[in-house]
């Protein structure tokens, strides 16, 4: 089975630094990864190069297709952190989730059926059905970002990606969310979850990323999580391999 993400040598640089060097990954359909490393390590930079919304050195394939020259990538689907959202923006989640469909329209046509119909489907499988109507700056932390996953199934992405949708969220709705995480990938969307939370990557996870200026490690949470590892990662900030 090919990879619906191939990641080859990927790199951002801003200015005179390097943000993030050499990083090579595939993930398969359906596959729920999450993403480790420190604060300022290059998570989010990593997510937005591959979504193409930085400019980036590298290969960054999706469903076969090399998109390095293409910033609409709308088999892709990118979720910022809750800060990185305006949430006093007067949309309603209905509306936030319909601007999913945009892809599959020229900008002057109006929304059909079919797209309302998706909409719908699309809150319903995150647990949201009946919020349509509600402002966005009502919603709690894990009903945004179950919010922001109706938009990228209405988008039909085919990989999501998670910056920190975790980050301040209670245990009860981290549960519910990744219940919501284990429907979607079992009906074929791949998530990569970018988390600072050690403890929660060793229980929700059986693959892990880490980050750290380039990519540290790839494999299981025993072997990402090691000492040796951990060290690498976490003990020098922004420390590149030479």
């Given at each position: 089975?090919?990879?619906?993400?191939?990641?080859?040598?990927?790199?951002?640089?801003?200015?005179?630094?390097?943000a993030?060097?050499?990083?090579?990954?595939?993930?398969?359909?359906?596959?729920?990864?999450?993403?480790?490393?420190?604060?300022?390590?290059?998570?989010?930079?990593?997510?937005?190069?591959?979504?193409?919304?930085?400019?980036?050195?590298?290969?960054?394939?999706?469903?076969?297709?090399?998109?390095?020259d293409?910033?609409d990538r709308?088999?892709?689907?990118y979720i910022?952190?809750?800060?990185?959202?305006?949430l006093?923006?007067?949309?309603?989640?209905?509306?936030?989730?319909?601007?999913?469909?945009r892809?599959f329209?020229?900008w002057?046509q109006?929304?059909?059926?079919?797209?309302?119909?998706?909409?719908?489907?699309?809150?319903?499988?995150?647990?949201?059905?009946?919020?349509?109507?509600?402002?966005?700056?009502?919603?709690?932390?894990?009903?945004?970002q179950?919010?922001?996953?109706?938009?990228?199934?209405?988008?039909?992405?085919?990989v999501?990606?998670?910056?920190?949708?975790?980050?301040?969220?209670?245990?009860?709705?981290t549960a519910?969310?990744?219940?919501?995480?284990?429907?979607?990938?079992g009906?074929?969307?791949?998530?990569?979850?970018?988390?600072?939370?050690?403890?929660?990557?060793?229980?929700?996870?059986?693959r892990?990323?880490?980050?750290?200026?380039t990519?540290?490690?790839?494999?299981?949470?025993?072997?990402?999580?090691?000492?040796?590892?951990?060290?690498t990662?976490?003990?020098?900030?922004r420390?590149?391999?030479?």
């Amino acid at each position: 089975m090919s990879p619906v993400l191939s990641v080859e040598h990927l790199g951002v640089r801003y200015g005179d630094t390097d943000a993030l060097r050499d990083v090579s990954f595939a993930v398969e359909r359906g596959e729920l990864v999450g993403v480790i490393g420190p604060n300022g390590a290059g998570k989010s930079t990593m997510f937005k190069a591959i979504c193409g919304l930085v400019n980036h050195s590298g290969v960054v394939e999706v469903n076969g297709v090399h998109c390095h020259d293409r910033t609409d990538r709308m088999d892709l689907a990118y979720i910022p952190q809750r800060n990185d959202s305006d949430l006093n923006f007067p949309i309603t989640v209905g509306e936030l989730v319909l601007a999913g469909r945009r892809r599959f329209h020229t900008w002057w046509q109006r929304p059909t059926q079919r797209d309302r119909d998706a909409a719908h489907d699309a809150l319903a499988k995150v647990l949201l059905e009946g919020a349509h109507s509600r402002s966005l700056a009502e919603l709690s932390g894990g009903q945004l970002q179950r919010a922001y996953l109706a938009r990228a199934l209405a988008q039909q992405a085919s990989v999501v990606l998670l910056d920190e949708s975790l980050s301040g969220v209670d245990e009860p709705t981290t549960a519910e969310l990744f219940e919501v995480f284990a429907t979607l990938a079992g009906e074929g969307t791949t998530l990569l979850v970018a988390t600072h939370d050690l403890a929660l990557a060793r229980r929700r996870f059986n693959r892990l990323l880490a980050v750290n200026g380039t990519l540290r490690s790839d494999g299981t949470p025993q072997q990402v999580l090691s000492a040796e590892v951990l060290d690498t990662t976490f003990g020098s900030l922004r420390a590149l391999p030479h």
